[in-house]
């Protein structure tokens, strides 16, 4: 069992975030808006007047008391690191003025990449998918490919005709991971549970795909096998829930949710500081 555990934990190493090799790339290409609790309205391209000269953030251990939501739950997927290491060989927008707009958009298409190298890779390790197993590897490969392309070619990546194909994969594998393959209900789900009390409400294996479940009360709900691919999860209620066998749950997902200690997790996804102990 641990075993299993380590070796899909090594499958997810590259697509975590790590800020320590990236030139603070979150902080400066994306446009931010105070009302997505970010410190200020700025367009993309312009960096954050937080950010220092060494890419660290000089509020960032105050960020959750300052409310800033959108810093603490932003997650890039691995995208920083792979343009500021490997796409760039660390050069960063600082040392390379004329390259800092080119880089800011490679950051933006490699971000698609790494988030639906995430979800693949989650797709590989579910049950009962032995049947797409190869079409998976292969798509994983592929990807991974086109995130080594060199910056120009990034660019030109028809990254919709991608997410397509992937979307029907990932949909696909979790079909086949479900142990109950016939119940119809949990494949139509009502979508719109912004504020719903759902304690009741039977979530295993529920397709809630792009659901809007913000502020919803999924306290101690059991949401194994349930897909949550898009699904807004802002102050969701999530003590005590059992997600640890969600399908395609991400970072941003559980930083923006209201957790708790004995909130069961996948262990590629990491406990925020801040939950309620
Ligand atoms: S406040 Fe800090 S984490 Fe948030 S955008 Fe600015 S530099 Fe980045």
Redesign the pocket.
């Known amino acids: 069992m641990n075993n299993k555990i380590e070796l899909i934990d090594q499958l997810f190493k590259h697509i975590k975030i790590d800020c320590s090799k990236c030139f ?1 790339f ?2 400066v290409a ?1 446009y ?1 808006s105070k009302l997505d609790g ?2 200020a309205d ?1 367009v993309a391209g312009c ?6 000269s060494d890419f ?5 251990s105050e ?1 959750r008391n ?1 409310g ?1 939501k ?3 739950s ?1 997650d890039c997927f691995g995208a920083g690191q792979k343009i500021a290491q490997i796409t760039y060989r660390g050069k960063s927008w600082i040392s390379s003025p004329k390259l800092a707009k080119q880089m800011y958009e490679a950051f933006l298409v490699m971000r698609q990449l790494h988030e639906m190298l995430w979800y693949l890779t989650e797709a590989v390790t579910l049950e009962n998918i032995v049947s797409i197993k190869e079409s998976l590897q292969s798509m994983i490969e592929e990807i991974k490919q086109m995130t080594l392309l060199k910056p120009e070619a990034i660019l030109e990546i028809d990254i919709e005709s991608h997410r397509t194909q992937v979307n029907i994969l990932l949909k696909e594998a979790y079909k086949l991971n479900r142990q109950d393959k016939k119940s119809i209900q949990k494949t139509s789900f009502e979508k719109m549970l912004i504020g719903k009390d759902l304690r009741k409400v039977n979530l295993k294996e529920a397709d809630l795909s792009g659901a809007m479940m913000i502020a919803a009360n999924l306290k101690e709900c059991d949401l194994s096998g349930a897909l949550l691919i898009g699904v807004d999860m802002r102050d969701a209620d999530i003590r005590g829930a059992n997600l640890s066998k969600s399908i395609f749950l991400t970072q941003t997902q559980i930083n923006t949710a209201k957790g708790n200690q004995f909130t069961k997790l996948p262990s590629r996804l990491d406990r925020p500081s801040y939950w309620e102990k």
């Not at 960096?47 to 220092?52: A, E």
């Not at 660290?56 to 960032?60: A, E, K, L, R, W």
Request: aromatic share 12%.
């Open positions: 603070g979150c902080c994306l931010f970010f410190p700025k960096p954050c007047k937080h950010l220092q660290g953030c000089d509020i960032h960020l300052k800033l959108g810093c603490t932003y």
